[in-house]
């Protein structure tokens, strides 16, 4: 299962909904090889969504 996908499908389907996703703060080779949710969630979203950062990062 996509968790980008699943985000993406149970916020189109919650009226009134917000997305609120924190980021881990992966970058370089890493976010390249394994993608960034918050970024496939964010981007794409038809509802109002935020990043904010994670605890401890």
Known sequence: ???SAELLRISNESPG???A???VGRSGLKK???G???D???RP???PARMV???GG
């Open 45 to 47: 979203a038809k509802v």
């Open 17 to 19: 909904s917000v997305l």
């Open 40 to 42: 496939k969630v964010v």
């Open 53 to 55: 950062p994670g605890i």
């Open 1 to 3: 299962m996509d968790p």
């Open 32 to 34: 390249f090889l394994i």
């Open 21 to 23: 996703r924190d980021r």
């Open 36 to 38: 960034s949710v918050a």
